[in-house]
């Protein structure tokens, strides 16, 4: 039996798509028009309308160095294509828009809790977590997979660490989906590019939904102080090396940037995993009959998923790079979705391949000074998932139509109607 199928996305989208514009996206990512930039100019110049431009980094090793030279690159310009003025960067501060050595102050707070080893004590309890979801969702016989399943897991996983109970979860969930998917008029009623958001321009993602957050970080604090528990809020609120203690602002941000990155990625990695399966029903059959397959088939999962798919810098100096000159002040984008897809990194990268042994992928930051926190916890998430549905179910088969995020930032499939065979 085969591990791999070929050309597992038939249809690779258009290949002169605007890759700044959320509704590119709707429809899934246009990996043909990144074949043909990664392919034709790797450093390649987008004029934008309401922006200052930006150059795209498509090539796996200009992403990695990129990724890896903060003082060239930094990040404290912004994250994502939008720019800030100072006093909106400030007020939106997370350790995510700070290079080391701050940013690594920051994330020694709650790095602990997100270690390997720590997360492999969790795994029984994940596990648990993972078998009442899904027994809860399979007698249903059709169901959405993005609700029943892929969302309740990590939105549930996230309550424990941050000490907050499943009832708060769907609230957090809520959020979260108004956060990072603020382009989407499905998650938020303000969408930044549709409407008027300039009320909310100091909060995170310019969404009301963090005011919302906000209020229940204060309340959240309230509790731990007054009886701190063993959980990652209480970490927050307690002295860094330093000695210093982050300020309300600093706390809500960071509960806000937890909030947001703690469910939605996880949970469109496992979509978007199911997804692909169902469309190459062999991937789901190999990797059921051979359940050693698990550790490569999780990073393969992770890898064509790409759901992060852009990061930014900005150059703090000019410097050329194949050929093109970027200046001072300019902004750096890198699209992992191209890195990820890279010949010159990945051999065959559109075969979806569970046993593929290189796959030194980028999904996770490539252990830069910004690799992702929650990298451990989500890999054990997606594969206990897995595990446990590869134990229970045939197959799936399509239910219905699925829906994309409006969204040039998360590549995410926000339902998945199924069927359970």
Same mark, same amino acid.
């Given at each position: 039996?085969?591990?791999? !199928?070929?050309?597992?996305?038939?249809?690779?989208?258009? #290949?002169?798509?605007?890759?700044?514009?959320?509704?590119?996206?709707?429809?899934?990512?246009?990996?043909?028009?990144?074949?043909?930039?990664?392919?034709?100019?790797?450093?390649?110049?987008?004029?934008?309308?309401?922006?200052?431009?930006?150059?795209?980094?498509?090539?796996?090793?200009?992403?990695? /160095?990129?990724?890896?030279?903060?003082?060239?690159?930094?990040?404290?310009?912004?994250?994502?294509?939008?720019?800030?003025?100072?006093?909106? &960067?400030?007020?939106?501060?997370?350790?995510?828009?700070?290079?080391?050595?701050?940013? &690594?102050?920051?994330?020694?707070?709650?790095?602990?809790?997100?270690?390997?080893?720590?997360?492999?004590?969790?795994?029984?309890?994940?596990?648990?977590?993972?078998?009442?979801?899904?027994?809860?969702?399979?007698?249903?016989?059709?169901?959405?997979? *993005?609700?029943?399943? /892929?969302?309740?897991?990590?939105?549930?996983?996230?309550?424990?660490?941050?000490?907050?109970?499943?009832?708060?979860?769907?609230?957090?969930?809520?959020?979260?989906?108004?956060?990072?998917?603020?382009?989407?008029?499905?998650?938020?009623?303000?969408?930044?590019? $549709?409407?008027?958001?300039?009320?909310?321009?100091?909060?995170?993602?310019?969404?009301? /939904?963090?005011?919302?957050?906000?209020?229940?970080?204060?309340?959240?604090?309230?509790?731990?102080?007054?009886?701190?528990?063993?959980?990652?809020?209480?970490?927050?609120?307690?002295?860094?090396?330093?000695?210093?203690?982050?300020?309300?602002?600093?706390?809500?941000?960071?509960?806000?940037?937890?909030?947001?990155?703690?469910?939605?990625?996880?949970?469109?990695?496992?979509?978007?995993?199911?997804?692909?399966?169902?469309?190459?029903?062999?991937?789901?059959?190999?990797?059921?009959?051979?359940?050693?397959?698990?550790?490569? /088939?999780?990073?393969? *999962?992770?890898?064509?998923?790409?759901?992060?798919?852009?990061?930014?810098? &900005?150059?703090?100096?000019?410097?050329?790079?194949?050929?093109?000159?970027? =200046?001072?002040?300019?902004? !750096?984008?890198?699209?992992?979705?191209?890195?990820?897809?890279?010949?010159?990194?990945? #051999?065959?990268?559109?075969?979806?391949?569970?046993?593929?042994?290189?796959?030194?992928?980028?999904?996770?930051?490539?252990?830069?000074?910004?690799?992702?926190?929650?990298?451990?916890?989500?890999?054990?998430?997606?594969?206990?998932?897995?595990?446990?549905?590869?134990?229970?179910?045939?197959?799936?088969?399509?239910?219905?139509?699925?829906?994309? $995020?409006?969204?040039?930032?998360?590549?995410?499939?926000?339902?998945?109607? !199924? =069927?359970?065979?």
């Amino acid at each position: 039996m085969s591990y791999y !199928v070929d050309d597992y996305l038939p249809d690779l989208g258009p #290949d002169d798509a605007d890759i700044t514009s959320h509704d590119a996206y709707t429809t899934g990512v246009p990996h043909a028009t990144f074949n043909r930039l990664r392919t034709d100019d790797p450093v390649h110049w987008t004029d934008e309308a309401d922006g200052s431009g930006f150059w795209s980094i498509l090539r796996y090793d200009d992403a990695l /160095a990129v990724s890896h030279d903060v003082e060239t690159f930094t990040s404290t310009k912004g994250i994502r294509l939008e720019e800030m003025d100072e006093e909106e &960067t400030k007020a939106r501060l997370t350790m995510m828009e700070l290079d080391p050595p701050e940013h &690594t102050r920051y994330r020694r707070l709650v790095n602990k809790g997100f270690t390997r080893r720590t997360v492999e004590s969790y795994e029984e309890e994940i596990r648990q977590l993972a078998v009442e979801v899904i027994e809860a969702a399979l007698p249903k016989g059709e169901f959405d997979f *993005v609700h029943e399943i /892929a969302e309740q897991l990590p939105m549930r996983m996230l309550g424990r660490l941050l000490g907050t109970s499943d009832e708060d979860g769907h609230r957090l969930v809520a959020w979260g989906d108004a956060l990072l998917g603020n382009t989407d008029p499905d998650f938020t009623d303000t969408p930044v590019d $549709l409407t008027d958001t300039e009320a909310y321009r100091m909060v995170p993602f310019r969404s009301p /939904a963090s005011i919302q957050i906000f209020s229940y970080a204060q309340e959240q604090a309230a509790d731990r102080r007054a009886c701190p528990r063993d959980d990652i809020i209480t970490k927050l609120l307690a002295p860094m090396a330093d000695g210093k203690r982050l300020t309300d602002l600093e706390f809500n941000n960071f509960f806000t940037l937890l909030v947001a990155a703690g469910n939605d990625t996880t949970r469109y990695t496992m979509t978007h995993a199911l997804w692909s399966m169902m469309n190459n029903p062999a991937l789901w059959e190999a990797w059921q009959a051979n359940p050693d397959l698990t550790p490569t /088939a999780v990073e393969e *999962v992770l890898r064509t998923s790409s759901v992060t798919m852009h990061f930014r810098r &900005t150059a703090t100096r000019d410097i050329e790079l194949r050929g093109k000159t970027i =200046r001072a002040g300019d902004k !750096v984008v890198i699209w992992f979705p191209s890195a990820n897809h890279d010949p010159e990194a990945f #051999d065959r990268p559109y075969r979806y391949d569970l046993g593929r042994e290189r796959n030194d992928h980028m999904a996770f930051g490539r252990n830069g000074p910004h690799l992702c926190l929650g990298a451990w916890l989500a890999r054990m998430e997606v594969r206990l998932v897995f595990e446990q549905l590869m134990k229970r179910v045939d197959r799936f088969e399509p239910a219905g139509p699925i829906d994309h $995020l409006r969204s040039n930032f998360i590549a995410g499939i926000k339902k998945l109607p !199924v =069927r359970v065979v």
